[in-house]
């Protein structure tokens, strides 16, 4: 069983950046890929990055493509996202996630953190 906690979520002006942070524990963090998910308010939960076991594949959502970087450090457990230029539609609680593969369906990922909230004002 994999725990997951997230942090540095807050407030932020609209061109600002944001650094999220996610520490896991109780399990074999390297073998799992990791991603950032997000849900704003009325909206479904989308994917926004997902790094593989080893950190040699990477996915970005179109919608943040440019703007945010995923990254990973095995000896720490512990996964980040780099969030610069942000804007009001990144607006969100943020949760990272952990399963066996990237993919950008909700679903598929296994373990969950609490999520943290971003707020991006105009």
């Known amino acids: 069983q994999v725990q997951l906690v997230e942090s540095g979520g807050g407030m932020v002006q609209a061109g600002g950046s944001l650094k999220l942070s996610c520490a896991a524990s109780?399990?074999?963090?390297?073998?799992?890929?990791m991603a950032w998910l997000r849900q704003a308010p009325g909206k479904e939960r989308e994917f926004v990055s997902g790094i593989s076991r080893n950190g040699w594949v990477i996915r970005y959502s179109d919608s943040v493509k440019g703007r945010f970087t995923i990254s990973r450090d095995n000896a720490k457990n512990t996964v980040t996202l780099q969030m610069n230029g942000l804007k009001p539609d990144d607006t969100a609680v943020y949760y990272c996630?952990?399963?066996?593969?990237?993919?950008?369906?909700?679903?598929?990922?296994?373990?969950w953190g609490q999520g943290t909230q971003v707020t991006v004002s105009s």
């Open positions: 996630a952990a399963g066996l593969v990237i993919d950008t369906t909700s679903r598929a990922w296994n373990y």
């Open positions: 109780g399990g074999t963090f390297s073998s799992y890929a």
